[in-house]
């Protein structure tokens, strides 16, 4: 267990749909990321939140939102869904907003577009 | 942003052999991780290794940052050594911080 929760683990849905992702952080971890990774994209990087603010913003489509709550977990909404987003989502947490030690992944959740 | 090359793509290895993966950067970073994933997804961080070398038991990277390159070394491999290894790196600006991974080698170990 890396200390990272994602829930949920698997995720089958239909084209058009809405779906929230959520992240719990490792305790004492400030910083959230969200990255996606598809067969043919490879990981990409989504968005950062660190202590509740946006911090960094990658190649997120504009149909996908985050936030961070005052409780530090966070959460990814991915709407109008389409065959092509179906991934591998993760999150990752770190203990500041930029350093390379600590940064932990959790297991990813598994979305499938059908 | 930077651009991340790994090689080589895909290594099958025997058990017990050595291997030297490499991991090229476009432009300077201040931050440098390689990562395991290993068959069931999960992604662990191995080192963050911005400069310089590190040891972790079969394993070790070595960094030459003034050349944009590191390199990550594992040492008589075992079946659980089988997977993907991610190079990823960061060139700080403040407000854009996001880490960029490279396409990944597929290490597989043959017993």
């Known amino acids: 267990d890396s200390g990272v929760t994602q829930t949920p683990k698997h995720l089958i849905t239909a084209t058009g749909q809405r779906v929230t992702l959520r992240c719990s952080p490792r305790?004492?971890?400030?910083?959230v990321y969200w990255y996606q990774q598809s067969l043919d994209q490879g990981l990409q990087f989504l968005i950062q939140?660190?202590?509740?603010?946006?911090?960094a913003k990658g190649n997120i489509l504009e149909r996908f939102s985050a936030q961070q709550f005052p409780d530090l977990h966070s959460e990814l909404n991915l709407s109008s869904l389409e065959l092509g987003d179906s991934a591998l989502y993760f999150c990752?947490?770190?203990?500041?907003?930029?350093?390379?030690?600590?940064?932990?992944f959790g297991s990813g959740t598994r979305l499938t577009v059908v | 942003g930077i651009q991340v090359e790994q090689s080589p793509p895909d290594l099958i290895l025997q058990e017990g052999a050595n291997s030297t993966l490499r991991c090229n950067f476009s432009?300077?970073?201040?931050?440098l991780q390689w990562f395991h994933q290993n068959p069931w997804g999960q992604l662990i961080n191995l080192f963050y290794?911005?400069?310089g070398t590190k040891q972790n038991g079969r394993l070790s990277a070595t960094t030459v940052a003034t050349e944009r390159y590191s390199l990550l070394y594992i040492s008589s491999s075992q079946t659980t050594d089988s997977g993907v290894y991610f190079c990823?790196?960061?060139?700080?600006?403040?407000?854009?911080?996001?880490?960029?991974f490279g396409t990944g080698t597929r290490l597989t170990i043959i017993p």
């Open positions: 939140y660190y202590n509740g603010e946006e911090r």
């Open positions: 990752a947490s770190s203990v500041c907003s930029d350093c390379g030690y600590g940064y932990t």
């Open positions: 305790s004492g971890d400030l910083s």
């Open positions: 290794i911005p400069s």
């Open positions: 432009d300077s970073v201040n931050n």
């Open positions: 990823a790196g960061r060139k700080t600006n403040f407000g854009n911080e996001k880490l960029t």
